[in-house]
């Protein structure tokens, strides 16, 4: 092949190898990719190590010790029920995609997608509840949409929560004065006018490029007709108000009896925390949980309790203790919701 003087002449290698020269780029993008993720992930165990070594270990060890027993046990059943009522909150929003299904199968199904979902980054092994509802006939983008949609119901709620109870779990300790209250009232109210805009049709396009962002299939109109045999509904203009409302409830209710096993946590670590202020402190740690620098919300949710609880004059090592005890509940759950792979069905098959 003729060279350009001075030139060098091109090695066969890289003409040969084009192509995966010129795609040879992306695999090593990915890497760094999936290197970044785990390096992100890993930032929440990293700040937990930092603050356990700030710690005295005896004073941790105390507050564990005088903690009463039995509020412990009750804080972890607490959170059981709240499966059910999250379970008919899914049950309500896949709609007519739901009829083939007994409550007891979407209970398991629901149970095993909280199991999948602890011991996955983002929690986004709680996807699979869709994809197991698509086997028994339902649309993919459907299914997999309301189970978006699901997840957004939480952290909907906690975004609104926590929106009103930041100034008061952050300013109101330590400050007080009428315009905490008035800032959180405002907050809270605006809040949730934006979140029931977002269910009118009015919200529809940020509907979708809401769940475009985390799931692009998800957010596609079904084409192909249901189990039921109706045409299928695009679920992303049929999540209206009325279904909000619903679904809405159900979530008050959920977290309600959720705050109520953290509250008992407090009790039994002998905090002086009413069951609002913890339901407050509770929304705002996790929100700062769910950010995705952390498994389970370790490390973020601790700097979080701390930060909030010193001003309540609550030392560090109270604020570990009732953080650990947040994220051992969140794990005992998912191992009780695993059980639903021994005695509920992994992939019920296709009715007919």
Known sequence: MPTVAGTPS???EPDSGS?????GGRPRSRSRSRGWRWLRLALGPGLLV??????EPRALAQAFAGANPMLLVLAYLLPLPPIALRTWRWRVLLGPYARPWRFSELLALYAQSIAAGVVTPGRVGELAKGVMVARRGAPLGAALLCTVIDRMA???FLAVLAGGALPLVVLAPSRGGLWIWVLAAGTFAAMLLLW????????EPLRRRLVLSVEGSAAKPAE?????GEPAADPVRGFGRGVALRAALLTVGSWAVTYAGNYCFGLGLGLPLSYLEMAGISAVASLVASLPISIAGAGTR???MIAILAGYGIGSAQAVALSMLMLSNVLFAGAVCALAFVVGPLAPQRDG
């Open 10 to 12: 091109p090695s066969p």
């Open 19 to 23: 192509a995966n020269g010129a795609s």
């Open 50 to 55: 930092v603050i356990l070594s700030t710690l």
């Open 154 to 156: 939480d952290l909907g």
């Open 196 to 203: 029931w805009v977002a269910a009118s049709p009015r919200g």
């Open 224 to 228: 192909a007709p249901g189990a039921t």
């Open 302 to 304: 601790d700097a979080a």
